[in-house]
Nanobody, 126 residues
Framework: QVQLVESGGGLVQAGGSLRLSCAAS????????MGWFRQGSGKEREFVAAISWRGVTTSYADSVKGRFTISRDNAENMAYLQMNSLKPEDTAVYYC???????????????????WGQGTQVTVSS
């Protein structure tokens, strides 16, 4: 059974940076497309960034393009989200997600992911 655990969230001032980590266990991480999603208070969970199983292909939401970078280390079963130039509107719970069915090359929609982490809170103060 695949499990995902996020870490690295916290409180940061606008313009600052955070690096989120997602540790995977219980499966073959290197075969899974991975994604980051976020959910602000009172909002729907939305796509942030995604990376293919080999890390060759990435995709970003327009709202984070140029500021966030997704990466992965298959040898360490880890995925990362480097967030720079943070804005108050980036405040949300951030979730790591995977497609363990290996159907999708890259996951940009919630329904394409079948395993989710518990989330980590990111708060950006103005």
């Amino acid at each position: 059974q695949v499990q995902l655990v996020e870490s690295g969230g916290g409180l940061v001032q606008a313009g600052g940076s955070l690096r989120l980590s997602c540790a995977a266990s219980g499966g073959t991480f290197s075969k899974y497309a991975m994604g980051w999603f976020r959910q602000g208070s009172g909002k729907e969970r939305e796509f942030v960034a995604a990376i293919s199983w080999r890390g060759v292909t990435t995709s970003y939401a327009d709202s984070v393009k140029g500021r966030f970078t997704i990466s992965r280390d298959n040898a360490e079963n880890m995925a990362y989200l480097q967030m720079n130039s943070l804005k108050p509107e980036d405040t949300a719970v951030y979730y790591c997600a995977a497609d363990t069915s290996t159907i999708h090359t890259i996951v940009v929609r919630r329904e394409e992911c079948n395993v989710w982490g518990q989330g980590t809170q990111v708060t950006v103060s103005s």
